[in-house]
T-cell receptor, first 114, second 110 residues
Framework: KAGVTQTPRYLIKTRGQQVTLSCSPISGHRSVSWYQQTPGQGLQFLFEYFSETQRNKGNFPGRFSGRQFSNSRSEMNVSTLELGDSALYLC?????????????FGPGTRLTVL | SQQGEEDPQALSIQEGENATMNCSYKTSINNLQWYRQNSGRGLVHLILIRSNEREKHSGRLRVTLDTSKKSSSLLITASRAADTASYFCATYSTLGRLYFGRGTQLTVWP
């Protein structure tokens, strides 16, 4: 079974631009969660999608948004990029249900904002 | 914050020694999970322990959970150089999300 894939793996943008990151979950997984990882703040939860609906949301500004498609693939978008958005963005998929089980992580997208 | 906090922040040992990492958290949980991350890569799930369990084993890993003290420990026995990584505890709360701690950086010297 193929693992979670994320594209692109690396991205360099400038302040004020917007970016879209993509995540393809493991086949059969209906839940996709997104996390931001920085040296200063650690791993922070962004949001979770289940069956195309946002089920949970972290404490991030509205510039961060996401969506999930009918095939469970998910995208997250960050508009009006700021220097502080430079981070490793990780997505994780799970079977879903209560979402309480093991999460399978992708390799991440390394975003650098100049 | 419901985040787990790992202790120590960094641990350096020789191959063959045991490594113990601790995690404390603040609120009620459904389960607690441990993950490993190799430098700058995705996280790998190691073990999940439910709130009604006290101890769990998986290979060279042993996890304990004390809900009265809101703490957990991860023991890696007979460490290998390949165990060098960051280890995170994550608490799954009744709010339906995982909260990760800052992690313990484990270095195992050959």
């Amino acid at each position: 079974k193929a693992g979670v894939t994320q594209t692109p793996r690396y991205l360099i943008k400038t302040r004020g631009q917007q970016v879209t990151l993509s995540c393809s979950p493991i086949s059969g997984h209906r839940s996709v969660s997104w996390y931001q990882q920085t040296p200063g703040q650690g791993l922070q939860f962004l949001f979770e999608y289940f069956s195309e609906t946002q089920r949970n949301k972290g404490n991030f500004p509205g510039r961060f948004s996401g969506r999930q498609f009918s095939n469970s693939r998910s995208e997250m978008n960050v508009s009006t990029l700021e220097l502080g958005d430079s981070a490793l963005y990780l997505c994780a998929s799970s079977l879903g249900g209560t979402g309480a089980g093991e999460q399978f992580f992708g390799p991440g997208t390394r975003l650098t904002v100049l | 914050s419901q985040q787990g906090e790992e202790d120590p922040q960094a641990l350096s040992i020789q191959e063959g020694e045991n490594a113990t990492m601790n995690c404390s958290y603040k609120t009620s949980i459904n389960n607690l999970q441990w993950y490993r991350q190799n430098s700058g890569r995705g996280l790998v799930h190691l073990i999940l322990i439910r709130s009604n369990e006290r101890e769990k084993h998986s290979g060279r890993l042993r996890v304990t959970l004390d809900t009265s003290k809101k703490s957990s420990s991860l023991l890696i026995t007979a460490s290998r150089a390949a165990d060098t990584a960051s280890y995170f505890c994550a608490t799954y709360s009744t709010l339906g999300r995982l909260y990760f701690g800052r992690g313990t950086q484990l270095t195992v010297w050959p």
